[in-house]
């Protein structure tokens, strides 16, 4: 890490973008930037508390469309889509793997109530477009034959893939680098204003770092920084979520060989395969602040359902236990680009989506970055619509 210019004798030119975060949401944002020939820093303290490190890592808005959220859904279908050629590019600037799976997704329902409710996605699956495959318990099982023999029935979603969150964000750490980005450990306690236009930053220790443009990618922890009217910034809620990390006893053969999702007497649980053998399994969803402890309850909660579809979980080592706050805004959409204050930017509130939606969200924000307006299907998630929440 590279220690910060501050506002007394550095003779380092300004950055022209100061991106706080180092999240996946900060990182994309800071890549593109610097391949647009922007000078880039992104401030983060470490070890960061970003809720990528945590994240299971589906790509998955066919088995996650709810509705309501149609247009959310399309703009995760846009990123989806942009995952092949992301990786490829990603993956050649930064020499690194960043554990992308294409074997599809499973979405698998316990009993006859859970059935009814997937057949009602699948007709939003349909009205937006999305591959899926209705399948019975017998064809579920033949694809994961480890599911258990009370699977009434599932969808198949060839498209939805994943990847693992944490080798993504090493990429494209990397990627930034290789792109000249200056990565800067220290905490942003304000963005400087003045004039009526975002200045810089000031780091935790009083120093200022002066920067042409401001992006705030903090995630959950972005209410925390100063200097920025609470009309600009609305508010950002964090959602709990609790998962475990099991590991496949060496030898065996996977529990699941692509990621399952199910829904147990209408609660929502995951399996997330990696390459090395790890399952990650989740995950809670809790409104209860900034509580970041592990609970009993919550651990209980996603291996009792876990069990109920995949019995073999029961014989995994757990080799993690996590806890990650999701950064929801008040209407669960992301909120991109450019506020009323010339220079600040905004690049949060990606609730659940935050792994989906980086490719489209790096890309909005490059666009914006550079003076161009948000693309089409951003412009929707722009930061200065209204939310109708006071000021």
């Given at each position: ?15 022209d ?14 890549w ?7 000078r880039v ?16 890592g ?6 996650e ?6 247009a ?5 279908i ?16 930064s020499?690194?793997?960043?554990g ?14 859970d059935l009814a ?5 699948m ?9 899926a495959?209705?399948l ?21 979603a060839?498209?939805?893939h ?17 792109r000249?980005?200056?990565?800067v ?8 204003v ?8 000031r780091l ?10 401001v ?6 922890w972005t209410?925390?920084i100063?200097?920025?009217p ?9 959602v ?19 990621t399952?999702r ?17 399952i990650?399994?989740?995950a ?25 579809l ?13 806890v990650g706050?999701?950064?929801g ?9 450019p ?5 600040l ?9 935050g ?12 666009e ?7 693309p ?7 930061a200065?619509?209204?939310l109708?929440?006071?000021?």
């Amino acid at each position: 890490m590279r220690t910060p210019p501050s506002d007394h004798g550095s003779s380092r030119p300004a950055p022209d973008v100061v991106v706080v975060g180092a999240g996946l949401i900060g990182l994309v944002t800071a890549w593109r930037a610097a391949q647009r020939g922007l000078r880039v820093s992104v401030v983060a303290p470490e070890p960061h508390a970003a809720a990528s490190g945590v994240a299971a890592g589906m790509l998955t808005p066919a088995t996650e469309a709810a509705f309501g959220e149609e247009a959310l859904m399309r703009f995760g279908i846009h990123s989806r889509d942009r995952y092949p050629g992301f990786i490829a590019e990603l993956e050649s600037e930064s020499g690194r793997d960043a554990g992308y799976r294409a074997e599809g997704t499973l979405q698998v329902a316990f009993d006859t109530d859970d059935l009814a409710r997937l057949t009602e996605l699948m007709e939003l699956q349909g009205r937006l477009g999305v591959k899926a495959q209705r399948l019975t318990g017998r064809e579920c099982r033949r694809l994961e034959p480890m599911l258990a023999p009370s699977v009434r029935g599932g969808v198949l979603a060839p498209e939805d893939h994943s990847v693992d969150p944490r080798r993504l964000m090493a990429a494209l750490r990397a990627a930034a680098l290789h792109r000249g980005a200056e990565l800067v450990t220290d905490r942003v306690t304000e963005v400087v204003v003045s004039g009526g236009a975002a200045l810089g930053v000031r780091l935790s220790g009083g120093d200022r770092l002066d920067a042409g443009q401001v992006v705030l990618a903090a995630g959950t922890w972005t209410p925390g920084i100063g200097g920025v009217p609470a009309d600009v910034l609305p508010p950002l809620r964090p959602v709990k979520g609790q998962l475990l990390r099991l590991r496949t006893p060496e030898g065996e053969e996977p529990i699941v060989t692509r990621t399952v999702r199910g829904l147990v007497r209408g609660t929502p649980v995951y399996l997330v395969p990696r390459a090395d053998g790890e399952i990650v399994l989740g995950a809670t969803q809790e409104e209860t602040g900034y509580d970041t402890r592990l609970t009993v309850g919550g651990v209980w909660e996603v291996l009792r359902d876990a069990r109920e579809l995949v019995p073999g979980v029961s014989e995994l080592e757990i080799a993690e236990t996590c806890v990650g706050l999701r950064p929801g805004s008040p209407d669960n959409e992301p909120l991109l680009g450019p506020t009323r204050i010339p220079g600040l930017h905004l690049a949060v509130g990606h609730f659940r989506h935050g792994v989906l939606l980086t490719p489209a969200t790096g890309d909005a924000m490059a666009e914006a970055l550079t003076g161009a307006p948000l693309p089409d299907h951003a412009r929707r998630f722009a930061a200065t619509r209204d939310l109708g929440v006071p000021a």
